[in-house]
């Protein structure tokens, strides 16, 4: 295992948004700072710090984390996937977005990077959830506007629809 030492800087390389990022870090920087002050990819929101609200969540290799709760180096090599990867090159938003604008399923936003980056890492997982399932997985978040329901109805939506166009292409 690599050994980084205290207080010096320490290149870390990794994919972000599909494109290849390096920059440097002490081996105590936490992700959510890399990713925002050495990165720029300020889209990642930071809130308590410590795990709880879920504002910082990111993909790491497919799966959402607590970038608060991860350090810069231990995404050395990675493929880390930010709310400003969910767009596509004209910066459309997806269906996931549309859903949520639709819905209302957002108000200041604070939360919502972190939530969109959790629902797109369980959605691919659970491609048909209950709405107890959805809210299960948002008990993971704190929004302070929206009292969850329209995002639960974001979500649940956004399911159907990617399950009815699979089976679309499935009989075509
Ligand atoms: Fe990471 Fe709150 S800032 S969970
Ligand atoms: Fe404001 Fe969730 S929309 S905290």
Redo the contacts with the bound molecule.
């Keep these: 295992m690599k050994r980084y030492e205290h207080g010096k800087l320490h290149p870390v390389s990794l994919t972000l948004n599909g494109a290849q990022r390096c920059a440097h870090a002490e081996p105590r920087m936490l992700l959510s700072d890399f990713l925002r002050h050495q990165l720029g990819a300020t889209g990642t929101h930071v809130g308590c710090e410590h795990g709880v609200c879920g504002a910082c969540t990111v993909r790491i290799d497919g799966v959402a984390v607590r970038s608060c709760l991860s350090l810069a180096v231990q995404a050395q090599g990675r493929r880390v996937d930010t709310v400003e990867g969910l767009s596509g090159r004209e910066q459309e938003l997806n269906d996931l977005q549309q859903a949520f604008r639709r819905h209302f399923a957002?108000?200041?936003?604070?939360?919502?990077a972190g939530i969109l980056m959790s629902c797109s890492d369980f959605l691919q997982r659970v491609p048909e959830p209950t709405e107890q399932q959805v809210r299960d997985m948002l008990s993971g978040h704190l929004?302070?506007?929206?009292g969850y329901t329209n995002i639960v109805n974001a979500v649940l939506e956004v399911a159907d629809n990617r399950t009815k166009e699979k089976r679309r292409m499935e009989d075509a």
Excluded: A, K, N
Aim: charged share 10%; with cysteine.
């Design positions: 957002l108000q200041c936003g604070f939360c919502t929004c302070r506007c929206t």
